[in-house]
């Protein structure tokens, strides 16, 4: 989506954190390893960064630039969030916050922010220490989305995403779902342990599909604190970004590039096309029709 050049940005929802740099003394992560990262992306779930890492004995963190600053401080307008990332990741979690804030009582919880922090490199988190290589991921214990943007690139280049800004923003509105999930309970209901086309982890992940796809629905309509709209009426083209993005983290578009097989009953996050079809369906109908949790297996 292109930002309103004219709405005002306030700052302060996006933090950025040093790079951690790991120096491990028994050699460094394997390549089994990453492809679990991988197959990981958009993970909604506690699981065990540190673990998945190796950050045991024998490795030692060397913190660079270390403390947690304001990652947007420079940006004041919808022009600067067009132009630089990191304004528009501070843009766009102020449209999502904007969103949630009125649309959470429509589901039955009473809305918190989440905290959004971009790294690079490494960072430690509640959830164990994350890499790039781990992806996008939201953190239940800390309540806090953590972003390396350098996976923007890895998006075009290793998944075949489009690109795009509104493939980007597809990325943070699906983290902050998965925060709405916590606020909803989701997280602790929700048995994610099994895998599978119809497994509860699927439909986690397929209802942040279509929470993100609810606020790019509405996102046209919120406002900053100036009455100003935050973005331009959306395009098919923008659309068919955040489609194009949905597609590239499908499990199977993933499994068939690392791996040359689909598999469907190891699943963990949805087919591209279960993705997309959650996506538009909160596109086109809002929040309250994304309960993935009701639906039969064979209609995901």
Same mark, same amino acid.
């Not at 989506?1 to 120096?23: I, P, W």
């Not at 598999?263 to 096309?273: A, I, L, R």
């Given at each position: 989506?292109? %930002?309103? $050049?004219?709405? *005002? @940005?306030?700052?302060?929802? /996006?933090? +950025? +954190?040093? +790079?951690?740099?790991? /120096?491990a003394g028994g050699g460094v992560v394997g390549v089994g390893a990453i492809v679990v990262l991988l197959l990981n992306v958009f993970t909604g779930g506690d699981l065990d960064l540190g673990a998945l890492l190796g950050d045991g004995a024998g490795t030692t963190q060397i913190q660079q630039q270390g403390e947690t600053v304001d990652a947007a401080s420079e940006c004041r307008t919808g022009r600067d969030a067009n132009l630089k990332v990191e304004c528009r990741m501070e843009g766009a979690a102020e449209s999502l916050d904007g969103y949630w804030t009125s649309e959470a009582g429509k589901l039955g919880i009473s809305y918190t922010s989440p905290? %959004? /922090? @971009?790294?690079?490199?490494?960072?430690?988190?509640?959830?164990? *220490?994350?890499?790039?290589?781990?992806?996008? %991921?939201?953190?239940?214990?800390?309540?806090?989305?953590? @972003?390396?943007?350098?996976f923007y690139d890895d998006l075009q280049s290793k998944y075949g995403s489009s690109g795009g800004p509104l493939a980007q923003m597809y990325v943070v509105a699906h983290e902050w779902g998965h925060h709405v999930q916590q606020l909803q309970g989701a997280f602790a209901s929700t048995d994610r342990s099994g895998t599978g086309a119809s497994s509860g982890s699927v439909r986690v992940e397929l209802q942040a599909d279509c929470y993100a796809g609810a606020w790019v629905g509405d996102a046209a309509n919120t406002k900053d604190a100036n009455g100003e709209t935050f973005f331009e009426p959306i395009t098919r083209s923008e659309i068919n970004d955040a489609l194009s993005a949905a597609s590239a983290v499908g499990d199977d578009s993933i499994?068939?590039?690392?791996?040359?097989? /689909?598999?469907?009953?190891?699943?963990?996050?949805?087919?591209? $096309?279960? !993705? *997309?079809?959650?996506?538009? !369906?909160?596109?086109?109908?809002?929040?309250?029709?994304?309960d993935t949790f009701s639906v039969p297996g064979s209609s995901l």
């Open positions: 989506m292109t %930002f309103n $050049e004219d709405s *005002q @940005l306030k700052g302060g929802k /996006v933090k +950025r +954190r040093g +790079r951690t740099a790991a /120096v905290g %959004f /922090v @971009l790294f690079s490199g490494s960072t430690d988190t509640g959830c164990g *220490q994350a890499s790039a290589a781990t992806g996008p %991921f939201y953190c239940p214990p800390d309540r806090a989305i953590y @972003l390396d943007t350098a499994q068939q590039k690392s791996s040359g097989r /689909v598999d469907p009953d190891s699943f963990t996050h949805g087919s591209s $096309e279960q !993705r *997309q079809n959650w996506f538009m !369906r909160g596109y086109q109908r809002g929040a309250t029709s994304c």
